[in-house]
Nanobody, 114 residues
Framework: QVQFVESGGGSVQPGGSLRLSCAPSGIIFRFSTMGWYRQAPGKQREFVARISTASSTVYADSVKGRFTISRDNAKNTVYLQMNNLKPEDEAVYYC????????WGQGTQVTVSS
């Protein structure tokens, strides 16, 4: 059974940075394209970024130039470095495969507020 465990969220001021981590289980990580997603209150979950097995990356327009997705196959972990955070980035962040499975973790809350 695939499981995702996200961590690293927190509360920051606008312009701040956070680094999220996700350690999935139940998959062969090095063969999996991984994605980050987020869901803000009252909104649908949306795609944020993905990274292929060859570490090629794709980002949502709203985060390009500010967020960086990376992976460490030795640690079976995918990261999301978030810089220059804006209030509109506030959401619960999730990792999953790309395309996403129906199995979602608890996510990690990111709060951006002055």
């Amino acid at each position: 059974q695939v499981q995702f465990v996200e961590s690293g969220g927190g509360s920051v001021q606008p312009g701040g940075s956070l680094r999220l981590s996700c350690a999935p289980s139940g998959i062969i990580f090095r063969f999996s394209t991984m994605g980050w997603y987020r869901q803000a209150p009252g909104k649908q979950r949306e795609f944020v970024a993905r990274i292929s097995t060859a570490s090629s990356t794709v980002y949502a327009d709203s985060v390009k130039g500010r967020f960086t997705i990376s992976r460490d196959n030795a640690k079976n972990t995918v990261y999301l470095q978030m810089n220059n955070l804006k209030p509109e980035d506030e959401a619960v962040y999730y990792c999953n495969l790309f395309p996403a499975t129906s199995s979602w973790g608890q996510g990690t809350q990111v709060t951006v507020s002055s």
